[in-house]
């Protein structure tokens, strides 16, 4: 017989590891697309060889519709208050996770011959497609963490699993993947080819290869879903309104101004974006960089693995220096530590010793990553306690709006960080039709230039988001907590 689960004062499952597991999983399959999104910028640019600054338009053309596509998301979700088997917020999770399941090729086709027309055309439609599946998976899944536990301890460590999800779900794409797609060219005796002008081994982008990867890696992340779907358990009400609103008709522009007035979101948005312009913006810049300047493309994966692992030195004591210190005073901290890694970084292309520069470039991501490490893992219970705070001062939750319009900035950063990106690789001499075979050794000597700058804007960003607008410190964050617990009259 099985053994009966313990329940909490209100008749739920205790919260437990089953929880962080599972929600550890949901952000795991999150990411066997998410992940692919620095892909996608390599795939059009070296195997596609489209031009810098049309692949540029045409990525802020689709991430500008990915941004204002969330909170439409996100008001859907707030504004349903249909009753459904297993909950709206998993019901919404699993369409989205079945719409993945094959998403995310859709725009990975592989057609390097087609015309530009052609090309621009599948670009824009296969990434709608992937857009719409994964935002309908995502949004709900990010605002479940608010409604799994109302306790900050436990979110906190909510928060550090699905960070965890979050790396393990990087570890492919971002790591194998360039093991398997970057190939080193060698001639009919099987010596080396060297590009001239850099002295490196030519490599060439297997594109086909992406494609049944990215089919693979959905089937992955549906598993991944479903698992979650089964294991989590929901413990607040999904459709948390005040008296007398139930009728009252959603109002986005009224959200999207308490949004603005929400200084933890903001805050803790400014941070993300940070986060992202320099994880994400510079993705396609650093393979260009180790392809080009350091010949090792295939292992561009592994050396930005760097950058995540000192998440696990704060995980198995993030619950502590949450309780002692506070959310807002450790990320505070990792900021500075990141802006140290990221001045180091600053110093790594002045080395004319490639083998020297390399370990330079590492000891600043190391430092980085320390600094993201204490940040990652509390970043998305820093959005939970922000949605608290519009419920303090709102008088209204709006989980999904709040957590979509945070989506909303983050995939600006998303599109916008990397469409800049492209437009200055080109003005830094990329030739598109050239590849990574012909590139000059100007070019890859100032790729290792803007890859430095690139971490150095983020750190800055990171640390205004947290240090200055954040203001959701240890004590306001007791007196918020104690006075919504006396409107309930717990």
Request: glycine share 10%.
């Amino acid at each position: 017989m099985a053994k009966a689960p313990k329940l909490d004062a209100k008749g739920y499952r205790q919260f437990g590891m089953r929880d962080k597991l599972a929600y550890a999983a949901g952000d795991l399959g999150c990411n066997m697309s998410f992940a692919l999104k620095g892909t996608v910028q390599t795939f059009w640019l070296v195997y596609m060889m489209m031009e810098t600054g049309l692949l540029s338009i045409l990525l802020l053309i689709v991430q500008i519709w990915d941004a204002i596509n969330d909170p439409m998301i996100g008001s859907m979700i707030d504004a349903d208050r249909r009753q459904y088997r297993r909950g709206k917020f998993k019901q919404y999770i699993f369409v989205g996770s079945c719409g993945l399941l094959v998403a995310g090729a859709a725009v990975f086709l592989p057609f390097p011959n087609a015309p530009v027309v052609i090309k621009a055309m599948l670009f824009i439609v296969g990434y709608i497609i992937w857009d719409a599946a994964y935002t309908v998976a995502n949004v709900p899944y990010g605002s479940m963490l608010s409604l799994v536990t109302e306790d900050a301890g436990e979110r906190a460590q909510l928060s550090t699993w699905r960070s965890v999800g979050s790396m393990v779900g990087n570890l492919l794409p971002n790591i194998i993947l360039p093991m398997l797609i970057w190939h080193k060219e060698v001639d009919a005796a099987g010596n080396p080819i060297l590009n001239p002008e850099t002295g490196v081994q030519v490599q060439t982008l297997l594109g086909d290869r992406v494609f049944w990867a990215a089919l693979l890696m959905g089937v992955i992340g549906f598993v991944c879903f479903q698992f979650m779907l089964k294991n989590i358990t929901i413990r607040v009400d999904e459709n948390t309104v005040k008296a007398g609103e139930e009728n009252a008709k959603f109002n986005v522009v009224k959200a999207f101004g308490n949004f603005l007035k929400n200084r933890p979101a903001v805050g803790a948005t400014l941070a993300a974006m940070g986060m992202f312009l320099g994880m994400n913006a510079a993705t396609t810049a650093v393979t260009i960089m180790f392809a080009t300047y350091f010949g090792m493309a295939q292992l561009s994966g592994v050396v930005q693995l760097i950058g995540f692992l000192p998440m696990f030195l704060f995980m198995p004591f993030i619950k502590k220096i949450v309780n002692k210190f506070g959310k807002k005073e450790a990320s505070v901290a990792g900021t500075i530590a990141s802006l140290i890694g990221g001045l180091i970084m600053l110093t790594f292309p002045l080395f004319a010793n490639k083998s020297i520069a390399l370990i330079v470039y590492l000891v600043g991501l190391v430092a980085f990553g320390l600094g993201m490490g204490v940040y990652t893992c509390v970043s998305w219970a820093l959005m939970a306690d922000a949605i608290d705070y519009n419920e303090w001062k709102t008088g209204s939750r709006e989980e999904g709006t709040v957590y979509s319009l945070h989506s909303f900035f983050r995939k600006l950063a998303q599109g916008v960080g990397p469409s800049v990106v492209l437009l200055i690789m080109g003005a830094l001499g990329y030739v598109s039709e050239l590849g990574t075979a012909g590139q000059s050794a100007a070019t890859s000597y100032n790729m290792c230039w803007l890859v430095a700058g690139l971490y150095m804007f983020s750190a800055v960003v990171q640390f205004i988001g947290i240090a200055v607008i954040y203001n959701l410190d240890k004590k306001t964050m007791a007196q918020m907590n104690d006075e919504l617990a006396a409107r309930k009259g717990e």
